[in-house]
Antibody, heavy 121, light 107 residues
Framework: QVQLVESGGGVVQPGGSLRLSCAASGFTFSSYGMHWVRQAPGKGLEWVAF????????YYADSVKGRFTISRDNSKNTLYLQMNSLRAEDTAVYYC??????????????WGQGTLVTVSS | DIQMTQSPSSLSASVGDRVTITCRAS??????LAWYQQKPGKAPKLLLY???RLESGVPSRFSGSGSGTDYTLTISSLQPEDFATYYC?????????FGQGTKVEIK
C-alpha cells in the first residue's frame, strides 16, 4: 500500500533553515508528481509546492517562492523540501502528498502523516 | 488566485441525516474540484475528484455534483465516522486553492 512518511520537522528560529524529507513506498515513486501542502495550527490547508515525476518542472506558492526549494531523489524514493529564511507564518504541519499522475494534475490522492515545523525565537 | 468559499463553516447533524456542503469558486473551474475529509490530528483523505468521481474505497453515501463555479458534497446518511472537517479544493489552475473547511459535528 502507498506510504508517505515525512521527517525533519522541529523548532527553528526566524531566519533559519530546515530540510524536510518524505520517504515513499508502495508505488513507483519515479512515475508520479509530488506535492508539499501545509496546515497552520487550527487553520486550513495551503498548497506549497509541486515537482514533476522527473524533477524537470517545479511550481511554488507565492508565499514561499524564492525561500523554499522542492526536490526529489528517485533512486532513494524520497521527496525533499528545503526551507530557508523561515518566518513565524511558516509554522505549520507539512504534508507530502502524491499527485495521481506524472505531470501536474493538482489534487492529492495520498498524504503522509505530516511533520510539524515551528518557527519561533 | 481562485478563491474557494465553503458554506456553512460548521454544522451540527445527527446520525442518519442527509448533509450538504457547498463550495463556490471565484471563477469557473470546469469540474476541477476535489473534496477531502480530515479528522483531528490526521492527514486529509481524498473523497471525490473531478467534482463527482468517487475515489476508490470511499463509501457510496458520499457524492458530489455541480458545474461552473458552484459545487456540492452530499453525505446521504451521516455515519458516526463521518464527523470531521471537509475541504473542497480547486485544481483548475495553479496555485491550487482550498476552501476554509466545514466542520461537521454531532448534534
Amino acid at each position: 500500500q502507498v506510504q508517505l512518511v515525512e521527517s525533519g520537522g522541529g523548532v527553528v528560529q526566524p531566519g533559519g533553515s530546515l530540510r524536510l524529507s518524505c520517504a515513499a513506498s508502495g508505488f513507483t515513486f519515479s512515475s508520479y508528481g509530488m506535492h508539499w501542502v501545509r496546515q497552520a495550527p487550527g487553520k486550513g490547508l495551503e498548497w506549497v509546492a509541486f515537482i514533476r515525476y522527473d524533477g524537470s518542472n517545479k511550481y511554488y506558492a507565492d508565499s514561499v517562492k524564492g525561500r523554499f526549494t522542492i526536490s526529489r531523489d528517485n533512486s532513494k524514493n524520497t521527496l525533499y523540501l528545503q526551507m530557508n529564511s523561515l518566518r513565524a507564518e511558516d509554522t505549520a504541519v507539512y504534508y507530502c502528498a502524491k499527485d495521481p499522475y506524472d505531470i501536474l494534475t493538482g489534487y492529492f490522492d495520498y498524504w503522509g502523516q505530516g511533520t510539524l515545523v515551528t518557527v519561533s525565537s | 488566485d481562485i478563491q474557494m468559499t465553503q458554506s456553512p463553516s460548521s454544522l451540527s447533524a445527527s446520525v442518519g441525516d442527509r448533509v450538504t456542503i457547498t463550495c463556490r469558486a471565484s471563477q469557473g473551474i470546469s469540474n476541477s474540484l476535489a473534496w477531502y475529509q480530515q479528522k483531528p490530528g490526521k492527514a486529509p483523505k481524498l473523497l471525490l475528484y473531478a467534482a463527482s468521481r468517487l475515489e476508490s474505497g470511499v463509501p457510496s453515501r458520499f457524492s458530489g455534483s455541480g458545474s461552473g463555479t458552484d459545487y456540492t458534497l452530499t453525505i446521504s446518511s451521516l455515519q458516526p465516522e463521518d464527523f470531521a472537517t471537509y475541504y473542497c479544493q480547486q485544481y483548475y489552475s495553479t496555485p491550487q486553492t482550498f476552501g476554509q473547511g466545514t466542520k461537521v459535528e454531532i448534534k
